[in-house]
């Protein structure tokens, strides 16, 4: 008799777990902003989201400055950035990182020495194909690399750069130095200048205790081989400078964790609930969310929990049905109904920022001019 009730005890428990789950009442979002952007693409098989997510910002730059929607190529960043890794790699003799990843401010980098061109004048993609997919390609140069780096006679060729960019050419194009565009002819430099793109313009922002706030340094997480420079702030006013941006009409170059099992783009939200057993439940509907402080990030940070992941947009916030406030997040993994719910976006709640978010690229405009005034920027 006591077996049966402990069997009907954890039927029930099972029984209202389930329910509980069931009943967890949706998110419904309002948008408070919803500034204007370009349609959501994928960045299909690379790990390219670091150009992605820039060049829709960008794009939403040019709208904002021009008037213009403008779909950026993507792949003419990459096709630009790879030597410079090739050559990171090359030069520290294997001990550096050769991937994919890539930050926000390499995106800038390349404006800067290459300018900018239009998608129709680089796809990065042969006439057969409709999907990037990056991984025979890196494998390919890797290899080549790591064949002049282990050299024998460690000399190291003087062909290997051309070697290098012989293979980009073939698996994304040859490189562009002229393009029209609306049947008018542009080098890539005049194409960034007429869309209003100065490179110069933009900052990266961080918040981390192991640096001294106020300052720029160089965050040394593995995607950042570029050396990339962040002003570090804290925490509560890295979120006020995000927050600034968006009122001011900027939208905001995000690096964040999305390894999170409360990131969720099914779901399309990304929450930090208070409690640890509600992850599952979280994603379904409003669940009370943990407090964030600056050590709790950090600690987050230094014990790898918090990792550099994957770079999205922030385009606007929004608030739940309770109240609670949202960023809206555009993704670069498409807009199937299977993997993402509204469409290629994602809202991810104050918390999850505060605790996942490594930094964030905006205009020097949007910055708070308290922020402004304390960095000299």
């Not at 640096?211 to 979120?239: H, Q, T």
């Not at 600690?299 to 109240?323: C, P, S």
Request: some cysteine; proline content about 4%; glycine content about 6%.
């Amino acid at each position: 008799m006591k077996r049966l009730l402990l069997c009907m005890v954890a039927v029930f428990a099972f029984a209202k777990a389930d329910y509980a789950q069931e009943t967890t009442a949706p998110y419904i979002f309002t948008d408070i902003i919803n500034l204007e952007t370009t349609p959501v693409i994928s960045q299909g098989v690379t790990g390219t989201c670091w150009s992605f997510s820039t060049s829709s910002f960008l794009e939403s730059e040019i709208i904002r400055l021009t008037g213009k929607s403008v779909d950026l190529s993507e792949m003419y960043t990459v096709r630009n950035t790879y030597p410079i890794k090739a050559e990171n790699y090359v030069m520290r003799q294997g001990k550096a990182q050769f991937s994919e990843g890539g930050l926000a401010h390499d995106v800038i980098n390349s404006v800067k020495t290459h300018g900018l061109v239009p998608v129709d004048a680089y796809t990065g993609l042969a006439p057969t194909e409709n999907k990037h997919n990056h991984a025979e390609m890196v494998a390919v140069v890797k290899a080549m690399l790591d064949a002049y780096i282990t050299n024998p006679g460690r000399q190291l060729s003087k062909k290997w750069k051309t070697a290098v960019s012989s293979v980009l050419d073939t698996y994304l194009g040859k490189n562009l130095t002229q393009f029209t565009y609306e049947g008018k002819s542009y080098t890539p430099h005049e194409f960034a200048s007429t869309m209003k793109i100065e490179a110069s313009d933009y900052i990266t922002l961080t918040s981390f205790t192991h640096a001294p706030f106020y300052e720029s340094f160089i965050l040394n997480i593995p995607d950042n081989f570029s050396n990339g420079m962040m002003y570090n702030v804290p925490i509560e006013e890295f979120v006020d400078n995000i927050d600034n941006a968006l009122k001011k009409g900027f939208t905001v170059t995000l690096d964040c964790d999305v390894s999170e099992p409360t990131f969720s783009s099914k779901h399309g939200v990304a929450v930090i609930p208070e409690n640890d057993e509600n992850k599952k439940i979280a994603v379904l509907g409003p669940e009370p969310e943990r407090e964030i402080s600056q050590q709790y990030r950090q600690d987050a940070f230094e014990n790898y929990d918090t990792t550099d992941d994957h770079l999205m947009h922030i385009t606007g916030k929004a608030k739940d049905q309770n109240g609670n406030i949202y960023y809206k997040v555009k993704n670069s993994w498409g807009t199937d109904p299977g993997r993402t719910k509204y469409d290629g976006y994602v809202y991810m709640s104050v918390p999850y920022i505060k605790l996942k978010a490594i930094s964030v690229l905006l205009h020097k405009n949007g910055l708070a001019k308290d922020t402004s005034k304390k960095i000299n920027f």
